[in-house]
């Protein structure tokens, strides 16, 4: 599976909006692009997925443009809940190969 | 919400010893995985399982790794002889049917110490 960039981490404050993107240049035609969140000591939670354009739901949206080499999920109104580590993952077939996450946190 | 369930939550075991890591996935799924987490790194995928046979494992699942599912419902991962590098978080993950690339939903884990 195609490699994931991300940025290790991320700050932010309350009621703010955040954007992570991440970046997988070499997606494949059958790859799926997948958000988990993970909190200490948890499993990791879906958010989001999609495979072109812009998925939205009740948490969280995900942007991909047409050429589909990068991907950004857009977090509305953070809370100091949203602290966690955020993955960016290509899915194809079931098997997800989780990169290095980026660290977010939301400051008061 | 229906979940995955993991058990124990957390096991302590001497090297050399056996361990069986149990998981209920979500009971109308079809796929199934095992991934760990050391301490301090990223999640890694170790096995998927479809149809009573695994479909994928990486090089981490070696001979001293297996994975059954004994009974329809519970998912087991087997560490034959534990070695102090096992220890971690271990995460079992299930998938439904609405096709190959639906969302997994992870249990909670079990954190594995080897002493």
């Known amino acids: 599976l195609a490699k994931t960039t991300q940025p290790i981490s991320m700050d932010s404050y309350e009621g703010q909006e955040v954007n992570i993107t991440c970046s997988h240049n070499?997606?494949?035609?059958?790859?799926?692009i997948t958000w988990y969140q993970q909190f200490p000591s948890q499993g990791p939670r879906f958010i989001i997925q999609?495979?072109?354009t812009k998925v939205t739901n009740e948490v969280a949206s995900l942007f991909i443009p047409a050429d589909r080499k990068s991907s950004t999920l857009s977090l509305p109104r953070v809370s100091l809940s949203d602290t966690a580590v955020y993955y960016c993952?290509?899915?194809?077939?079931?098997?997800?190969?989780f990169g290095d996450g980026t660290t977010l946190t939301v400051k008061p | 919400e229906p979940e995955v369930t993991q058990t124990p939550s957390h096991q302590v075991t001497q090297m050399g010893q056996e361990v069986i890591l149990r998981c209920v996935p979500i009971?109308?799924?079809?796929?199934f995985y095992w991934y760990r987490q050391i301490l301090g790194q990223k999640v890694e995928f170790l096995v998927s399982?479809?149809?009573?046979?695994?479909?994928?494992k990486s090089e981490i699942f070696d001979d001293q790794f297996s994975v059954e599912r004994p009974d329809g419902s519970n998912f087991t991962l087997k560490i034959r002889s534990t070695k102090l590098e096992d220890s971690a978080m271990y995460f079992c993950a299930s998938r439904g049917t609405g096709g190959m690339n639906t969302e997994a939903f992870f249990g909670q884990g079990t954190r594995l110490t080897v002493v």
């Open positions: 999609g495979y072109k």
């Open positions: 070499n997606i494949a035609t059958n790859d799926y």
């Open positions: 009971s109308n799924h079809l796929y």
């Open positions: 399982f479809y149809n009573n046979e695994i479909s994928e």
């Open positions: 993952l290509l899915t194809n077939a079931g098997k997800s190969t």
